[in-house]
């Protein structure tokens, strides 16, 4: 029904001279989050079966692959396994119609990468069988090694819904270069949740790209601020970008007895040293439906574009301090139709404020601001280009 109200109005905004912006590039991670698995040759197939698995784990090297006949395993547990660039160690399991399917058990969570590097975990069912705290896949705090480089791609994750706090993706240790890629996430208590609460777990240098994420009870996307970053051996210096795009991040009108919670949230980076030049690039994504939040809610430096944002309450996108402050808010061609508010600005964004482009079809298209200062705010090098605001 939105879509269809929208149609007219989008088609009449695009004909006005909206045009699509080119992906910007702000740093320096992007073709070592893209390519650091690709293989230059085709390393050793393990075959492996619930007997066998994991026992063969420990064994693997850089650049094997075990793959998991279809069948029924218990937790699969990756520790202190190593690949190396263009050679990961990949788990994974057949991609027809019989799959490989990890069960949770009771006070475990059901896939755990500790202490690992330039792994793959790919086409699994991961059910955790509504086991309350068995998240699906974790990345737990340890007080040593480092867990970076891992692709998790194509999976799906169900069962991790008993509870608001169980999660379908969930890191609580410092990591970076991760790719979380074509998985679906259905029902979880919360979808991805990366970070901790206090700060201390930064999600650095991530690529979340092509997911499906139904009806989480809280967030579909949750990643944490970050105090002051630890130092660790091999841990990225300089600015650095996550990139979350080509999601989809639904949710529907489950009661959320933890708290209401927006289908995505973004926190802030450190207010000085590493990790205070980072940003994130939020791009092509669609957000649908919450019932009693925003769809969208953002502090730090953010460039948000391109995205379809249909609902939301009492605004589709909202960027404000939360843990920490907004910094630099660069918002442009999206297309936002919400019952009540399009884009909130909460608090203002000290580093610079972009708006421009942007198809908004709401009671209020934009609050917080002053804009008739809009069409005169612009990102450095963009063309001029309309904004287009449609009222009730």
Same mark, same amino acid.
């Given at each position: ?117 330039? *792994? /793959?975990?790919? $086409? %699994?069912? +991961? ?7 068995? =998240? @699906? !896949? ?12 891992? *692709? /998790?791609?194509? $999976? %799906?994750? +169900? ?7 169980? =999660? @379908? !993706? ?223």
């Amino acid at each position: 029904m939105y879509l269809a109200t929208l149609a007219p109005v989008l088609a009449a905004c695009q004909g006005s001279g909206v045009t699509v912006a080119a992906e910007p590039v702000y740093a320096s991670n992007l073709a070592l989050s893209r390519d650091f698995c690709i293989a230059r040759e085709q390393g050793r197939v393990v075959p492996a079966d619930p007997a066998s698995y994991q026992a063969l784990i420990p064994t693997l090297s850089a650049g094997q692959t075990l793959i998991l006949a279809p069948d029924e395993y218990p937790r699969l547990v990756i520790a202190n396994i190593r690949g190396a660039p263009g050679r990961c160690i990949t788990i994974t399991g057949p991609t027809g119609s019989r799959r490989a399917t990890i069960f949770g058990e009771i006070g475990n969570n059901t896939v755990e990468i500790i202490d690992s590097s330039y *792994v /793959v975990v790919s $086409n %699994l069912v +991961i059910d955790s069988r509504g086991i309350p705290g068995a =998240d @699906g !896949i974790k990345a737990p705090g340890t007080t040593q090694g480092a867990t970076h480089h891992v *692709v /998790v791609d194509g $999976n %799906l994750i +169900i069962g991790a819904g008993a509870t608001q706090q169980t =999660d @379908g !993706i969930s890191t609580k240790t410092p990591i970076w270069n991760w790719i979380i890629r074509r998985n679906t996430i259905v029902g979880a208590g919360t979808a991805i949740y990366l970070g901790d609460s206090d700060g201390s777990a930064p999600f650095i240098a991530g690529l979340i790209e092509n997911n499906l994420v139904l009806d989480p009870v809280g967030y579909g996307l949750q990643i944490k601020f970050q105090a002051d970053r630890p130092l660790i051996p091999g841990m990225p210096g300089g600015a650095q970008s996550t990139i979350i795009r080509n999601n989809v991040f639904k949710k529907d009108d489950r009661p959320s007895p933890d708290g209401d919670r927006p289908n995505l949230l973004v926190g802030g980076f450190p207010a000085t040293g590493p990790g205070s030049g980072d940003i994130y690039q939020i791009y092509g994504n669609l957000f649908v439906d919450n019932p009693r939040e925003a769809l969208f809610q953002g502090s730090g430096r953010i460039s948000f574009h391109d995205n379809v944002l249909i609902g939301g309450r009492p605004a589709a996108a909202v960027f404000r301090d939360h843990d920490l402050p907004l910094k630099l808010a660069e918002v442009f061609d999206n297309k936002i139709y919400s019952p009540q508010i399009g884009i909130q600005f909460g608090s203002p964004a000290r580093e610079g404020l972009s708006v421009f482009g942007n198809i908004i079809f709401a009671a209020v298209p934009i609050a917080g601001v002053d804009t008739s200062d809009l069409r005169q705010t612009r990102l450095r090098g963009a063309p001029s280009r309309c904004i287009c605001l449609v009222g009730p």
